[in-house]
């Protein structure tokens, strides 16, 4: 059928002509608003959606717009926004924690109950579609210049072997040496000492103290109350043999830097009741942790910054859905904050290199292979510009059997300027996995959202060239990758700048969600200071500019493990493909959860039959997405199935 252009779309070309008309006749401004209009009519024609896609903006309520830093979409097809306090100290100071529940399918929002500051807690995906979210925000950062009262770690005695013995906030520490007077800012336990006995002969041979960690500050503002060496604390306030059992020691107490600190709370959050669900914390504050579901179920989580803002020192812990419980891990291996970790077929982790901020240059930043029974770590070589991964990030390519994992971008540690225009690859089947340079970006980037697509392609979009979008160097691009060609394809570019504290989310409808953003300048000149961006961004890929889709009709919504399950549909003998896709939680670009599985099927008359796998480490416990595509690789709706 000839395409006709519609009214609106005949009025808009001739006034994009007689307005360039005009521009040229009127001057510079004329034509900028020339070019505009004409960019409007462009990008609005059916046949450079067709190649392009299509960018929108949501609509978003003022009651329900938040500093959104978090994303999970949950199996009721809705998505779960997660500002916590949103990287805003006064909304901290306030106990202002926000959490919004969008449903796409209605456009609809509701503002969720949020217990805790989640801000930059970690998440992950559990078998029976609650989300667990661990670890958040226990403090805000104070630079130097700011601090007023001296402070830093306490680290609290118990001597005594039969209990242990919880400190209110507000407890009192006296140096004996120094005399001076520390306040606690949080409760904490000092946990029973440990007997140690003679291995050979059983005799007793002394109590190792439990040691509790806490953050105390000078009860006064001043210099005066800084120290500068080692002392012993007496708790005030105990008496007789608590007095002698309890006891803190505290290095330096100062006017350093203070980092963010974590929180230990945990909770599930349940996508049917819409609320969070507190279970048990774990063992380690956390803020900016990595939690990576494991092949039986159960999550594991890694570094962070602690209660005092230290990253956490390879106390790595795994919660246990069925029991709402934390176990450390027998072995410590460190991490820097918000390690993209992958779990593997095999049951092994990825680490990818890719991480978002905290911990030094030269620990734990190297990429490998990391085996959870052994603690044994294989580092992988070949790694491009390794001194610019922090910010990076990192997808495994579609479909989740070739083991093929994509590293994309990346800056230097800290506020470093550098980023890096390099993608990198790497094949996990090889005998000796090595990473080579896959097809380049236009330019160095920082925090480049990244998302499988049912086609098996790649979206990425977005990012800034300097730290948090310094000196106006937010990207306004968007591209496709195909795995296949290792080729990226430019296609429509966003309206929104996007780089610290953003990201992508693959939607039910095939559409990518894009959010977030927390540039720390408004201005190319570094003088104006930034403002959160609260608009979230659809982007609808060319695939859904076509005539037709696929369609998955009825079937079942839970498939075994190794089995089989028919849908009907009318469009069986198009069917090309079958992906069975896991929903993201992202924050940081970072999104360890997200993973595309290839299905075998077979075509019956009215619908088309699929295999499950029965390698848990390839399909992890938990709800999916089920797509197919089509001959022109249109996907269908995903359609939910859990898989136990």
């Not at 979206?459 to 060239?465: A, E, H, K, L, T």
Request: glycine share 10%.
């Amino acid at each position: 059928m000839k395409y006709r252009p519609s009214r609106r779309t005949r009025r808009l070309a001739i006034g994009a002509a007689a307005v360039l008309v005009l521009a040229g006749m009127n001057g510079p401004a004329l034509y900028r608003f020339g070019t505009e209009k004409y960019h409007a009519y462009k990008i609005n024609r059916p046949e450079y959606k067709a190649k392009n896609g299509h960018w929108d903006q949501l609509g978003i309520p003022g009651d329900y717009q938040i500093n959104t830093i978090h994303a999970a979409l949950l199996h009721t097809g809705k998505v779960l926004l997660v500002a916590g306090s949103g990287n805003n100290a006064k909304m901290f100071d306030s106990k202002t924690f926000r959490t919004v529940l969008w449903d796409p399918q209605k456009d609809t929002y509701k503002n969720i109950d949020t217990p805790k500051d989640l801000f930059c807690a970690g998440h992950s995906q559990l078998p029976d579609g609650k989300l667990l979210v661990a670890g958040g925000t226990q403090r805000y950062e104070k630079l130097q210049g700011d601090i007023d009262k001296a402070g830093g770690l306490m680290i609290i005695h118990n001597e005594d072997p039969d209990a242990p013995k919880t400190f209110p906030a507000g407890t009192l520490f006296t140096g004996k040496k120094n005399g001076k007077t520390f306040r606690s800012k949080d409760p904490v336990v000092a946990p029973r000492a440990k007997k140690v006995f003679d291995k050979k002969t059983g005799r007793f041979l002394r109590n190792d103290p439990g040691l509790g960690r806490v953050y105390v500050e000078a009860r006064k503002a001043g210099k005066q109350y800084s120290t500068g060496t080692e002392d012993n604390y007496r708790v005030q306030g105990l008496k007789g043999a608590d007095a002698r059992n309890f006891y803190g020691m505290a290095q330096k107490l100062s006017f350093d830097k203070k980092d963010f600190q974590g929180i230990k709370d945990s909770f599930e959050f349940d996508p049917v009741a819409e609320r969070y669900i507190k279970v048990d914390p774990m063992n380690e504050a956390r803020w900016y942790p990595t939690l990576t579901t494991l092949e039986d179920g159960k999550i594991l989580s890694v570094s962070g910054l602690d209660e005092i803002g230290q990253v956490v020192p390879g106390k790595n812990e795994v919660y246990d859905p069925k029991t709402k419980t934390w176990t450390y891990l027998p072995d410590r291996r460190f991490f820097p904050t918000y390690p993209a970790l992958f779990l593997t077929r095999g049951g092994k982790i990825f680490y990818s290199g890719s991480n978002a901020g905290y911990g030094p240059a030269d620990k734990g930043r190297k990429p490998g292979l990391w085996d959870l029974k052994t603690n044994g770590f294989d580092p992988i070589p070949g790694m491009s510009d390794p001194k610019v991964l922090e910010t990076s990030m990192s997808v495994m390519l579609p479909p989740a059997q070739d083991q093929k994992f994509m590293v994309i971008g990346g800056g230097g540690v800290g506020e470093s300027e550098k980023s890096s225009e390099k993608t990198r690859l790497v094949d996990l089947t090889e005998k000796d996995p090595r990473f080579k340079d896959g097809a380049p970006l236009s330019e160095g980037t920082r925090y480049p959202g990244g998302s499988i697509l049912p086609d098996d392609s790649v979206f990425v979009s977005g990012g800034s060239g300097d730290y948090r979008g310094r000196g106006g160097s937010n990207i306004l691009k968007a591209q496709l990758y195909n795995a296949k060609t290792n080729k990226f394809r430019k296609v429509a570019d966003p309206e929104v700048g996007r780089n610290y504290h953003s990201g992508t989310l693959l939607l039910p409808d095939g559409r990518v969600m894009i959010f977030g953003s927390d540039s720390l300048y408004a201005d190319k000149d570094n003088t104006k200071p930034g403002v959160f961006e609260k608009r979230i961004e659809i982007y609808t890929p060319p695939y859904l500019y076509r005539d037709s889709r696929p369609k998955l009709e009825s079937g079942p919504d839970r498939i075994k493990r190794g089995g089989s399950a028919t849908f009907t549909t009318k469009h069986a003998s198009s069917i090309k493909t079958a992906r069975l896709m896991r929903p993201s939680a992202v924050t940081h670009v970072t999104d360890v959860d997200q993973r595309s599985v290839a299905l075998d099927f077979k075509k019956t008359k009215d619908g088309i039959t699929v295999a499950m796998p029965k390698d848990r480490t390839l399909v992890p416990a938990g709800w999916y997405m089920l797509f197919v595509t089509d001959d022109q690789g249109t996907p269908s709706k995903g359609v939910w199935v859990e898989v136990p």
